[in-house]
């Protein structure tokens, strides 16, 4: 047998193939032209990092987990008039309504501040560090109003405390249903807002039959409890989906220089100045109309429940005629049902208002976040727009309620409040049509 040798071996295969040329340094052949006709082809595009997947287990477990986080926030802000009732019959009995008023506030002005800080903080990869340091600091400051007996500690506690803590949870517990809905973002959207309604219907009358049962120390206590199992979900279940934002800034004014954007701002300002005058005083405004005080709180209860339908229905609708048509439209008929308020004088009569302004008053708090979401271009900056809304909108709502309370002192009435809040409604709604007509230009479309 011919021994083949490894010269007679390179010249057999530059016979098959001229075109390539075998390095016989190496122990294996290497091809070293570009000879790539029996390489299978690689598709080598990138995929997108804010491809959202609408639907799944991890994103349907968010969407639970940021409802429990919506509990614990605008859920336990919706329950203050319990609180106002109860200082100023008790505690604080020695305070205006005015200085009560001001803890109220104080908790619903910095659940929104403080969204500048938290939003981005989002974006840029802080979420679960957000949940978990809001949560504990929640718990804690709860704690600390069980055994506070001043009014300046109530203020500190429950004021600043909590509200600083619910700013940490609210606006992340938000944004990052971003991460995995963009068709159905309005939907989820009002169930995350459908949770504190959920909490405003519960918490008030638990809280009414504890303070009876266990006193108000004990009261609070369980409600610390209850806040921490459900951050402590949310925690849990919440996850992040888009890679960390670089750069960020926490006040970023850029985002002013749309102006279809400024206009929305400017315009959720007003209406949140005057649009929670029921929430804040209406169990006090019940009671001094001849309502039983267990009867209020119960009031509070419909209100809340009648939001849920508010925060979820028009959100559903919104898929089909736009989340800021819906805002506009449900702040109208808010507006003139400010008006109307100081005719319900008998129980039936308010009992029913509550029902009907809570349907209509509900699309706020679920629309705006989505009519927000809607007039961001790039998705990763969902949590800087809500942040920068919710902080200028704030400083609306932090003299919203003493501005109210003031009034309600004056003379003891409250056809004052009611025009007063009417008004800021519908000059809200005057700036959000401003908006539509800004971004209708800009899409095409009536659907906004």
Excluded at 176 to 184: P, Q, S
Excluded at 310 to 335: D, H
Excluded at 344 to 369: D, K, Q, W
Aim: glycine share 10%.
């Amino acid at each position: 047998m011919t021994e083949v040798t490894e010269k007679d071996l390179i010249t057999a295969v530059e016979e098959v193939n001229p075109q390539c040329r075998i390095n016989a340094s190496t122990e294996s052949p290497r091809i070293q032209d570009n000879d790539t006709r029996d390489i299978p082809k690689v598709d080598r595009r990138p995929t997108d990092p804010f491809e959202v997947p609408d639907g799944g287990t991890k994103a349907w477990l968010c969407v639970f987990g940021a409802f429990m986080i919506s509990i614990t926030c605008y859920g336990v802000a919706n329950t203050f008039g319990v609180f106002e009732e109860y200082y100023s019959a008790n505690q604080l009995s020695n305070e205006s309504l005015n200085n009560i008023s001001w803890i109220g506030s104080l908790q619903l002005c910095l659940i929104l501040l403080v969204g500048c800080v938290s939003g981005p903080l989002c974006d840029a990869g802080y979420f679960k560090h957000l949940i978990a340091s809001g949560g504990l600091l929640f718990f804690f400051c709860l704690m600390m109003t069980s055994i506070s007996t001043e009014y300046y500690q109530y203020l500190l506690s429950q004021g600043i405390g909590v509200g600083l803590a619910q700013g940490l949870l609210f606006t992340p517990g938000m944004a990052v249903l971003a991460h995995h809905f963009k068709r159905y973002r309005t939907l989820v959207f009002g169930i995350f807002a459908a949770g504190a309604s959920i909490g405003g219907v519960i918490l008030p009358i638990a809280l009414q039959r504890l303070f009876d049962k266990v006193g108000f120390a004990w009261g609070v206590r369980i409600l610390a409890f209850i806040v921490l199992v459900c951050v402590g979900t949310g925690f849990v279940c919440c996850t992040t989906r888009f890679p960390p934002r670089k750069g960020g800034r926490v006040l970023d004014i850029r985002v002013f220089k749309t102006p279809s954007y400024t206009l929305l701002v400017l315009g959720a300002g007003f209406v949140g100045l005057g649009l929670y005058a029921p929430v804040n005083f209406g169990v006090v405004y019940a009671t001094d109309h001849g309502m039983s005080q267990q009867l209020a709180f119960y009031s509070l209860a419909i209100l809340n429940a009648g939001s849920l339908f508010g925060r979820i229905l028009p959100n559903v609708l919104a898929t089909m005629f736009g989340p800021l048509n819906l805002l506009i439209g449900s702040c109208t008929v808010s507006s003139v049902s400010l008006y109307l308020w100081f005719t319900a004088t008998r129980n039936a009569g308010m009992l029913v208002f509550e029902a009907i302004y809570g349907i209509t008053s509900g699309a706020y708090v679920s629309c705006l976040p989505a009519a927000t979401a809607s007039l961001t271009k790039n998705p990763n900056e969902t949590g800087l727009r809500l942040g920068m809304m919710f902080f200028s909108t704030s400083f609306f709502w932090l003299v919203s309620s003493p501005i109210q309370g003031a009034l309600i002192g004056i003379d003891g009435s409250y056809w004052s409040i009611c025009v007063l809040s009417g008004s800021t409604v519908i000059l809200g709604v005057f700036f959000m049509l401003l908006s539509r007509f800004s971004v209708r230009k800009e899409k095409a479309t009536w659907k906004v």
